[in-house]
């Protein structure tokens, strides 16, 4: 399978603990972003990288978030002292950005992050 | 926060039966995509419509653009039972992060 996976596929957790969770993209594609679902909502972006470069943070993520993209393969997302309002869906998706038309994102199945 | 709203947030139909849903925007876009997602899994990309576009098909899939109104509609031809799953408008920023502003989905029941 080479669609973009994500690791774990669950994670629960108690409040105030650190967690990780990793992201594997599509081999060829050289952007990755990281997105946010709560129950009954639409996804809410988070952040983005080209390549390594992470070149967008949304308000959504505060200091207790931070994310990687070392060699611009895999991706990390880390949750410092994890709050009850962290409890979400964690969705990665990525894309070919080639400067022409624009390729869609595909997503993982996403890391399910229960505090409590 | 959210780019829009989807409309109905919940659809109930007999298989057989089309399926619209529609969704409202609120700011200039690039562009208008639709997703669906199973329960408990990722998104998957259906079809893409351009803000230059107003109807594109894909298989039993139709969406329509109106950028005058600032909505979008999707209408699913024939459905079957394999067709339940969450459905999601998300439109494309116009910068070059092309990061999705999703609205808040349509959960579609189609009952065999």
């Known amino acids: 399978d080479t669609g973009v996976s994500q690791n774990p596929r669950h994670k629960i957790t108690k409040r105030g603990q650190n967690v990780t969770f990793r992201c594997d993209p599509i081999s060829e594609h050289n952007r990755l972003y990281w997105y946010r679902q709560t129950l009954g909502q639409g996804p809410e972006f988070l952040t983005y990288?080209?390549?390594?470069?992470?070149?967008?943070k949304s308000r959504l993520l505060s200091d207790r978030f931070s994310a990687e993209r070392p060699k611009g393969s895999f991706s990390t997302l880390e949750i410092q002292r994890t709050e009850q309002g962290d409890s979400a869906m964690y969705l990665c998706?990525?894309?070919?950005?080639?400067?022409?038309?624009?390729?869609?994102?595909?997503f993982g199945d996403g890391t399910r992050l229960s505090i409590l | 926060s959210q780019q829009g709203e989807e409309d109905p947030q919940a659809l109930s139909i007999q298989e057989g039966e089309n399926a619209t849903m529609n969704c409202s925007y609120k700011?200039?876009?690039?562009?208008l995509q639709w997703y669906r997602q199973n329960s408990g899994r990722g998104l998957v990309h259906l079809i893409l419509i351009r803000s230059n576009e107003r109807e594109k098909h894909s298989g039993r899939l139709r969406v329509t653009l109106d950028t005058s109104k600032k909505s979008s509609s999707l209408l699913i031809t024939a459905s079957r039972a394999a067709d339940t799953a969450s459905y999601f408008c998300?439109?494309?920023?116009?910068?070059?992060?092309?990061?999705?502003?999703f609205g808040s989905g349509t959960r579609l029941l189609v009952r065999p």
């Open positions: 990288f080209q390549n390594e470069a992470q070149l967008e």
């Open positions: 998300a439109t494309g920023k116009m910068d070059s992060s092309y990061k999705l502003i």
């Open positions: 998706a990525s894309s070919l950005d080639t400067g022409g038309t624009y390729q869609p994102q595909h």
């Open positions: 700011t200039s876009i690039n562009n």
